[in-house]
Each structure stands twice: as structure tokens, then as C-alpha cells.
């Protein structure tokens, strides 16, 4: 297997774990929001369970890229390269 097809395989994986896990956790602050607003009085209730919970991708826009430096760019081709030139 080639390192591209190999780090294209990783990916899709980690892509479908992460989705997974994001599931999960959506269906657990659903579950504590609606357990929440039962359990407390009328002032203290929220309306969507992003206010009971923040998660990680709650504030993200969709598509959203990291940005990085020239130089940052740079050493990591330098290093790339380097890991290509040893095989």
C-alpha cells in the first residue's frame, strides 16, 4: 500500500470515528437537556441544549480551515519530502 492511499484510508476513518462520537454526544446532551428542564423550575429552564452544553464543533462554521504561515507551510514540506526521499 502506498503512504497517500494509506493517510486517505486514515482519514476516511478518523472522519467517520469523529461523526460517530459526534452522534453520541448529541444524543446525550439532548437526553440531559430534556432530564434538565423536567427536573428545574420555570426560571432555570433552557431553550436548546446547546445552553446546558457547549461541545466542540458548536461554534465552528462548516468548512472552516486552519490558516497557516509561509514558513509553517514550508517546514512541512521540507518534511514531507524528507519522509519520501528515505523510502
Do not use: C, H
Request: negative net charge; charged residues 35%; without cysteine.
Amino acid at each position: 500500500m502506498r503512504l497517500g492511499d494509506f493517510l486517505d484510508a486514515m482519514t476516511g476513518y478518523n472522519e467517520g470515528e469523529t461523526e460517530r462520537i459526534k452522534s453520541l454526544a448529541e444524543i446525550i446532551r439532548t437526553a440531559t437537556w430534556l432530564l434538565w428542564n423536567i427536573q428545574v423550575g420555570i426560571e432555570d429552564k433552557t431553550d436548546n441544549p446547546a445552553g446546558l452544553w457547549k461541545l466542540p464543533w458548536d461554534n465552528k462554521a462548516e468548512g472552516e480551515q486552519m490558516k497557516i504561515s509561509d514558513e509553517e507551510q514550508k517546514q512541512f514540506d521540507d518534511y514531507q519530502e524528507k519522509i519520501i526521499n528515505k523510502m
